[in-house]
Nanobody
């Protein structure tokens, strides 16, 4: 069983930055591909970014490409999401997820093995 705990959400003005963190409680953290998803009020959960177990490969949704950067520190069992140039449409609950599949195959929330409870990001205009 893997527990994931997100942190770092908050209220920020448009154009600002936030860094989300996700800490995992597992000795086999480096075995997992990790991903960030988000869910805005009244909308379905959507893919944001994923990273391979080695951190060599990252993948992003078109809506965040060039603004968000996902990284991981396997020594700390933690993944990060650096969010820059935030827009009001980035407002959502952000969820961390883990799976044993290749990071390149992660694009939908279905099938992710473990989930965190989420952290709320609010971007004001």
């Amino acid at each position: 069983q893997v527990q994931l705990v997100e942190s770092g959400g908050g209220l920020v003005q448009a154009g600002g930055s936030l860094r989300l963190s996700c800490a995992a409680s597992t000795r086999t953290f480096s075995s997992y591909s990790m991903a960030w998803f988000r869910q805005a009020p009244g909308k379905e959960r959507e893919f944001v970014a994923s990273i391979s177990w080695s951190a060599r490969n990252t993948y992003y949704a078109d809506s965040v490409k060039g603004r968000f950067t996902m990284s991981r520190d396997n020594a700390k069992n933690t993944v990060y999401l650096q969010m820059n140039s935030l827009k009001p449409e980035d407002t959502a609950a952000y969820y961390c997820a883990a799976d044993l599949r290749s990071a390149s195959s992660i694009s939908l929330p279905g099938g992710m093995r473990y989930w965190g409870k989420g952290t709320l990001v609010t971007v004001s205009a």
